[in-house]
Every structure is written in C-alpha cells, then in structure tokens.
C-alpha cells in the first residue's frame, strides 16, 4: 500500500548546438519527449518492478498528465482505486528538459550527453479538500486486511497531513504490518510510532535544524530521530557515503550499521530514494531482518542511479547485484 504524492515525470531530450543571438541562452532543440511515473507512482512501480502488487493512493488532477497516469499505472498492473481526481488542481508534473548530446559551441561550456538543462514543475502544494482525503483514509481502511506493508511516499505537495498519518497509523497498527516513510519536511515529527522512516541526510539535518558535517553528528542526529519518532528503524541515505542504519539493541544500546555506496556508475539520481524505500519496504514486508532489507534496497540503489529518470531495478538485475556483491540474503 503505498500512499502520497503522485507525480508524472516528462523528460524532453534535444540537443545544444548554438547560443540565442538573443539572450547567452541555449538553444535547445528537441528531439524526443517521454513520460513516466514520479512520487509516490514511482515507488509503486519499484515495488511491482520486483514483481509484488501495489496499491496506490494519491490525488491527481483532471487533465491529460493525469490520465495519462492513470494508463501508465494500468498498463504496469498497479491498484488505482486508492486514486482520487481533484477537478481543482493540477497532477503534480515535473519536466526535465536534457540534453542528448555533447556541444562543442563554446570553450567556457558545454553540455554533456544527458546533462540536465532546465526542470519545469506544475503543482499546487495546498492541502487537498477534506472530503478527499477522507475518501482516501476509506479506501486505506477497506483495503489494509489485504495488505503487508504501508509506505507514505510524501513529498509535501498536499495529500499528507498530520491527520490521515495518525489514522492510517493506527489502522494499520491493528494488523501488526509494517508502516515505513520516506519523509520531507512538513510532517516529518508527525510519523511517531511508524516502523521506520528513510530521510536522506539533508532532511534529517534539517529536522533536527543541524547540519551534519561529520560521523558524530550523522550518530548524534539519527539517535535523536529514532527516540522522539519511537522507530524500531532508522535508515539515512547518504548519497555517494551509501546509507545508515540505526536500531536498539535487545539491551537499549544503539546500534549503528554503515552500509557502502553499491553504485559503479551516477547516470541519473532522480527517484533512487523511491527505490530504496520500495525496496526496503517489500523486503521487510517479505520477512527479512532490518539490516537484510537496508542492504538489498543499497544494492536496487546502486542500480537505478545508472539509469537516466526514474528508473526501476527488476528482480534479475538485484539478484546478479547480489551475486555480484557476494551477498547471502539473510531471512
């Protein structure tokens, strides 16, 4: 079950080839346009990637971004009845516009293959209408007996708030499955009590107004994340650092494992986090130990940022990045 804000991602790729004669501008010309999905629909997708069955619960506007989420999201077998249209705002929609090739225009710069150039984003980030959202905690509610694990995908562009998390919190509660958020500023002290949430570094400074310069503090902040969030987990992504995973011990004591960055090659960073949270979740709702799941989603990490846009890890590629990695999962 996996509920947020859902995003259509639109790239458009061109090629740079000459400056406007009016502005010191590129000129871009385009060559191709694709659409996938973002957010929350990212996540989901990750988590059928791996061939288990999402639901999917957010809003989307009545216009063409939307319906054209709605065909991408069938086409790829995900739950939509979670999905509500909201006549009075747009579908959450990010272009990136890319350049194709290299350009050799100027000395002083050039554009690499698959450099992003310009990102345009459409969205209101207002809250959604009250009778929205209690439709959604209905559909939340009759569909949870069915479900091994609820992800909160917030990006605080409106569908979350502090209400519908302590609701869905303590439904989901009653079925003992686990809840797992990947969380963004507004409501990251509202998730207390879930089972465990997956910042990125910044984030997590920035909950706790510190920035984290160094291991001490990245020990100190996480530690102060796990007590007031009352989590059986912490997991901190830490870009090209790889990621931290913080639990307590059956004595109290802390417990801190640094797991390495699994990626060989950056192409692309876009929507890694949606991976590891899918991945993190679907492994735990699949039986496997914390730091079993940390390490699988470091791995599914490491292969979707060598992918261009939000891209998705199947489970042939994460099972040869386990072999790869001379990894025995654990369960």
């Not at 350049?99 to 225009?105: G, T």
């Not at 987990?233 to 801190?256: C, H, K, P, W, Y």
Request: glycine content about 8%.
């Amino acid at each position: 079950m996996v509920i947020g804000d859902i995003i259509v991602d639109e790239y458009i790729w061109g090629d740079v080839n000459r400056i406007s004669p009016e502005a010191p501008v590129p000129v871009f010309e385009t060559c191709t346009e694709t659409t996938g999905c973002g957010g929350a629909a990212n996540v989901a997708q990750n988590v059928a990637s791996l061939g288990a069955y999402a639901s999917l619960f957010g809003v989307i506007g009545d216009d063409r971004a939307g319906q054209k989420l709605v065909q991408m999201a069938t086409e790829m077998n995900l739950g939509i009845d979670g999905v509500c249209v909201d006549s009075q705002r747009p579908t959450s929609t990010k272009t990136r516009v890319i350049a194709r090739a290299a350009s050799s225009i100027s000395t002083e710069r050039t554009w690499e293959p698959g450099q992003h150039l310009l990102r345009i984003d459409r969205e209101s980030k207002q809250e959604i209408p009250t009778r929205l959202r209690e439709r959604l905690l209905v559909e939340v509610v009759s569909q949870l007996p069915a479900s091994d694990a609820v992800l909160f995908s917030d990006y605080d562009k409106g569908v979350v708030n502090a209400q519908l998390i302590k609701e869905v919190v303590k439904q989901a509660q009653a079925y003992d499955i686990p809840i797992i958020v990947d969380p963004k500023r507004d409501n990251f002290w509202h998730y207390e009590g879930v089972t465990a949430v997956t910042p990125n570094h910044k984030e997590a400074g920035v909950a706790v107004r510190e920035e984290i310069t160094d291991m001490r503090q990245l020990v100190a902040v996480g530690e102060r994340i796990l007590n007031r969030l009352s989590l059986k987990a912490l997991l901190i992504t830490r870009d090209a650092e790889g990621m931290s995973l913080f639990q307590r011990g059956a004595d109290g004591n802390l417990q801190v494992k640094h797991l390495p960055s699994r990626s060989n090659t950056v192409t692309d960073v876009t929507g890694a986090g949606d991976t590891v949270v899918a991945v993190f979740t679907l492994a735990l709702a699949a039986g496997a130990e914390f730091q079993s799941a940390a390490v699988l989603s470091s791995l599914a990490g490491g292969i979707v940022v060598g992918k261009m846009g939000c891209a998705t890890a199947t489970s042939e590629e994460l099972l040869q990045a386990i072999e790869t990695a001379q990894i025995a999962p654990a369960y």
